[in-house]
């Protein structure tokens, strides 16, 4: 009884439950006929959802060509229709080996070709070659030793100065033996290159003493120009600087009154000596 009573009441739920749906459906069409045919509103929501035409879309047409069949890729170099399964190969060796253009000799050709002249990237013309041959040649020649020789102890000598008597030494320069003497030795080595003969020591002085005295000149226009336009703070040091300039111009003259008079004692002495030997 309980089973049949169940049963009678699930039909009436789905027949509760049709009738449900149903009449939603009667009010969704009574409310669209609310609307009215006549309106501009009505018009347009029945074409939107009441209608039943399809929209037409034109699609373009394809361009793509149709390929040809091709067949299957096999890795491995397989060919299709061969029993992988068995160990022979294929009977054409061609469709094995790699596709290359095959070497042949032309009959008329008149010089023999070997094949690594047909790749461009290892071919190398006979200019190109004659070029760099004559441009080694040149080099050789304009790179050949010199045939100068010069006199082993005469270089010795010449180092053993500098390391005695040039700068880099322990000493100072006052205190090196020799220093004068080498600055003698160089002035007179440079002016046999030169082709000048050496001056003796009067000369130079003298020289010395003529610079000097420029130098005094320029600083005296100078101190006069200062003291014109009324600047003496400009004109002090100079006059210090004059003073130690006339102060070396005092000692260059008393040297060259020494050179002088030794010079002179030497030539009497040479005199006296000519005269005894006759």
């Given amino acids: 009884m309980q089973d049949g009573y169940t049963l009678r009441n699930d039909a009436t739920i ?10 939603a459906a009667y009010r969704t069409a009574e409310a669209w006929k609310a ?21 037409k879309v034109s699609y373009p047409k394809l361009k793509t060509k149709p390929r040809e069949p091709s067949t299957p890729f096999i890795p491995g170099g397989g060919v299709a ?11 054409r060796t061609s469709s094995r080996a790699i596709k290359a253009p095959a070497f042949c000799r ?15 990237t290892h071919k190398k013309p006979m200019s190109e070659i004659e070029k760099e041959m004559n441009e080694i040649k040149r080099q050789m020649e304009g790179c050949r030793m010199s045939c100068v020789t010069r006199a082993p102890n005469q270089e ?8 005695s008597y040039t700068a880099g030494t322990i000493l100072p320069r006052e ?24 001056k003796d ?8 003493y003529s610079e000097v005295l420029k130098e005094v000149e320029s600083r005296k226009s100078y101190m006069s120009e200062m ?3 009324g600047r003496p703070d400009k004109a002090a040091p100079v006059e210090r600087e004059i003073s130690e300039r006339m102060t070396e111009l005092r000692k260059i003259h008393d040297l060259m009154k020494k050179e002088k008079r030794s010079s002179k004692n030497s030539n009497n002495n040479d005199d006296e000596d000519d005269d005894n030997l006759q």
């Fill in 14 to 23: 789905v027949q509760l439950l049709r009738l449900r749906e149903g009449g």
């Fill in 35 to 55: 609307f009215g045919g006549d309106s501009e509103a009505g018009k347009l929501l029945k074409k939107l959802y009441c209608g039943t035409s399809k929209p």
């Fill in 81 to 91: 229709g061969a029993d992988a399964r068995t160990h022979r190969l294929v009977a």
């Fill in 106 to 120: 032309s009959k008329d050709a008149g010089s023999e070709m070997h094949p690594i002249e047909f790749l461009a």
């Fill in 156 to 163: 010795k000598e010449k180092l053993q100065q500098v390391f």
């Fill in 175 to 198: 205190l090196l033996p020799g220093a004068d003497l080498l600055d003698r030795e160089l002035s007179h080595a440079a002016a046999l290159r030169n082709g000048k003969l050496p």
């Fill in 201 to 208: 020591r009067v000369a130079q002085l003298e020289e010395l």
């Fill in 227 to 229: 003291m014109a336009l």
